[in-house]
């Protein structure tokens, strides 16, 4: 056998969903200009001195509750010394003897059903880096830094070394990243770096136990490329290992170009950090109030309400996967279906419509100016056959946009709705001739062409006419009764 | 004009209240007493002219409307040059913030202000707070006002001088082992450190964050008193500050009737200088006679205090200065490499007494000797605050000189740093414990040299201390007497 069973343990770096950075009142966003969010705390000014930010402890305490972690009641927060350009005060404020949580596991879906525990070491909060943007080598002008994310907050999450292949890895981060951004600890954006991976990979020889040297692997921001790296981490310990040379301890560096690692430094140079408690901040006290808080509103785990709405709802696994991958989405759809009775129906609109909204708004769901309750209204209507789908979205449309009613949104789109008199006399027959082939099919018995008619009758009005009186007069007009 | 050189901060202010002088007046007077004083003693590194003349048409403005006068209207006073002052360079006597201008004040300074103190000018220390004599400035050595042979103390040399000299009736310094008591009391003045996290540190450029203090120098207890009341109480900026209102700005009646007042014996022993041990001695009979009870107290660790402290505040001097790395501001040596540009720039811009203290600091955090020398410091802290604790059981003060000897002769001690360290041997255990400590004026050598007596309190009963202060002031009928 030997040395051949993987053992990857990951460090997950999340960033956490708060306005303000983690020592300083700056805003934590995303895409503003560089150093436009600065202030001399997190640019390491003189003097200048951090204040904990409660919101950042409150989201890093649900992420520890999700995770089923426990929280250390007094934790404190340490100095990790090293010199780097982008590093502001020499030291990262970090947790180090003391983290806000230990223990804890994460379900992970097994791809073949089921699901595995994925034990966890700890969390610990502590604040980001800035970033250097290098010149191309040799060119002139040297590195710029940018200090926006310097001070964002970050926990970082540590799994025990138990994960047994790359896959496994990549389905552990797939999970984690679903749980956290669903408790609303994370916006979850992968491209903006908000979930950030390192992983230790050795191998293992399951008869006696041993093991080589554990290798870091740094820079795996994507699943995709936790998978590769790991694989390629995996496979060139196994190579060396069979050509009998030795895994040395060591950093690597994974290069999504090239899909393999590379060494980045060796434990030779160990690098000692210096941790001591940090004495411009007091040790951090969770107390029972924020603890009770968080275990209160502790959501439903995205699985079993995936589960819900697949078994309950009736929703294919697809939709019930998109709905739950964070709690706004679900809480959206929920509202939607609970109004419209249609859960189907909802789902497709808000998987569609609704989510692309949303997106236009970088992903801000306070932005969205529609109600659940205004949306499931408008499909219920939809349902009803009082309004065409086409309208309703143009509807949507409009009122997301313009925070109009649903009333004055429909009215601005030309007008009320054609619901009898001449026009829709007129735009009946209009449709009748201009599909008497559907017309034939209908007077034979072929009930479905009235789908066509009444689509005709639709497309000709712009959307305006009522879909249920437009069928009831191409009924009459075909010489059927006026219901069905 | 009533006032003098010599006037007092209270006599000031009433002058200014009762329209007998105006604030432009009283800042004309001290800026020429500066322009007169100023070669010779290198007090303060810079004249902040225009701020302090700005401040007083304002305070001006105010009264001629009949407005109410804050507490120090028309006040003078200066800040050690390590509190930040926007727009004012603030350069910690350091070649490696030579030029730097921070963007924002101290809020010890922007206190003072707000009291109505006009800022005259930022006065001279050791470089960033390390040393005793006032000779590790970048900017050269400052000179004692009672004999210019010999060193006004340090580290907060320039504002003990400016105000022995009458330039100004108080200063702002700062504490971290001893850097306003001992200037204070080798210069004839009411110095104080209070309880730790009494005055905000935001501003305070750091040496040793867990003991660095901000503190007022002053001819007269009241204006100790006074300055103190103004800067102390929390600030949201500083996670350390205490939650206690600021102290009320009337001082306490200097009465001893049941206060309990331990004598030190340790400190008066055999090394000891013997005119000081008879003053201090001086001191405690004048308490007895006044009323206090006087019983002898014992500290069993304070002789570790020295030990203890040189391996805490390096420590966290090492961390606090990495900053200063030349890459965002200050000093900076430009190379190709970036290792090299550290080296040069820290290199370049650090003094020796900084170098050998961060030198210090790296070591005793190193992995395999933080152990046997941070770890083990951080006890015999402890161990020293448990001492206080007992004694404070037993007694309200704690009385012994505030150093061993008078002011000792320029360049005297400098080639020895550990024959100097052992002049913080008392001032040292208060600071450890963040205990509220005075140094009194009690009398002055046959040579003609002040000498201090060190009164220490339990936290937050810096009160306490001035009873006492204010009595002795009384008693010893010291107040006429100024360098000539
Ligand atoms: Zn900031």
Known sequence: MALDVPVIGLEVHVQLRTRTKLFCGCGAGFGAPPNHLTCPVCLGLPGALPVLNAEAVRLAVRAALALHMAVTPHSRFARKNYFYPDLPKGYQITQHDRPLATGGWLEVPLPGGGAARVALAQLHLEEDSGKSLHAAAGGAGGSRLDFNRAGAPLAEIVTEPCLGSPEEAADFLRALHARLTFAGVTTGRMEEGALRCDANVSLRDPATGDGTERVEVKNLNSFRFVERALAHEVSRQREAVASGAVVARETRLFDPGSGATAVLREKETFEDYRYFPDPDLPPLVVGEALLAQERHRRDEAPEALRTRFRTEMGLPDYDAGVLTQDRETAAYFEAVARRCADPKAASNWVMTEVLRQVKAHGGDWTRLRVHPEELGALLAQVAEGRLSTALAKAVFARMAESGEEAGTAVRALGGPVVRDGETLSALVDEALRAQPRAAEDVRAGHGRALGVLVGEVLRRSGGRAEPRAARRLLRVRLGLDAEE | ?484
């Open chain 2, 1 to 484: 004009m009533s006032l003098t050189i010599w006037s007092s901060a209270a006599e000031i202010r009433d002058a200014v209240a009762g329209g007998e002088v105006s604030c432009a007046e009283v800042a004309r007077l001290s800026l020429d007493r500066v322009s007169a004083r100023n070669p010779p003693l290198n007090a303060l590194l810079r004249v902040t002219e225009a701020r302090a003349l700005a401040r007083a048409a304002e305070l001006d403005a105010l009264c001629a409307r009949g407005g109410a006068l804050p507490p120090l209207a028309g006040v003078p006073l200066v800040v050690k040059d390590n509190l930040c002052t926007r727009g004012e360079r603030t350069t910690c006597a350091s070649r490696i913030l030579e030029d730097y201008e921070p963007p924002y004040d101290a809020t010890a300074v922007s206190r003072l202000e707000g009291a109505g103190a006009l800022l005259l000018g930022k006065a001279n220390l050791d470089e960033f707070g390390m040393g005793s004599t006032g000779e590790n400035s970048a900017f050269g050595p400052t000179l004692n006002p009672w004999d210019p042979a010999r060193v006004p103390g340090g580290s907060s040399s320039g504002a003990a001088a400016a105000v022995a000299s009458g330039m100004v009736p108080c200063a702002l310094g700062s504490d971290t082992g001893g850097s306003v008591r001992q200037p204070a009391a080798f210069c004839g003045l009411y110095g104080l450190r209070p309880t730790y996290g009494r005055v905000s540190r935001y501003g305070l450029v750091a040496f040793a964050s867990s003991l660095d203090q901000v503190g007022p120098l002053a001819r007269t207890a009241r204006d100790a008193f006074l300055a103190f009341a103004a800067i102390s109480g929390p600030d949201p900026a500083d996670s350390t500050s205490l939650p206690d209102p600021p102290e009320p700005l009337e001082p306490p009646a200097p009465r001893l009737e049941g206060l309990r007042v331990g004598l030190l014996a340790d400190q008066l022993g055999a090394d000891v200088d013997p005119e000081v041990r008879a003053l201090v001695a001086g001191a405690a009979e004048r308490l007895r006679a006044g009323g206090a009870e006087v019983r002898e107290a014992a500290l069993p660790h304070a002789g570790y205090g020295v030990a203890t402290y040189y391996v805490l505040a390096p420590a966290e001097c090492s961390s606090n200065l990495a900053r200063f790395d030349g890459v965002r501001y200050g000093l900076r040596e430009p190379r190709e490499e970036l290792l090299e540009q550290y080296e040069a720039s820290r290199g370049a811009g650090f003094g020796d007494e900084v170098k050998r203290r961060v030198l210090a600091g790296t070591f005793v955090l190193s992995a395999g000797y933080r152990g046997a020398f941070y770890e083990r410091a951080r006890r015999a802290r402890a161990a020293i605050a448990a001492d206080f604790a007992r004694a404070f059981a037993e007694v309200d003060l704690l009385l012994g000189p505030t150093t061993p000897g008078p002011a000792f002769p320029l360049g005297r001690e400098g080639g020895d740093p550990l024959s100097l360290y052992l002049c913080d041997v008392f001032t040292i255990p208060p600071a450890l414990a963040g205990l509220p400590a005075l140094s009194v004026p009690c009398g002055f050598t046959a040579a003609g040299l002040p000498v201090g007596a060190q009164l220490v309190g339990r936290r937050l009963e810096e009160r306490t201390l001035f009873r006492a202060a204010g009595f002795l002031e009384e008693a010893l009928g010291l107040a006429g007497r100024h360098p000539s």
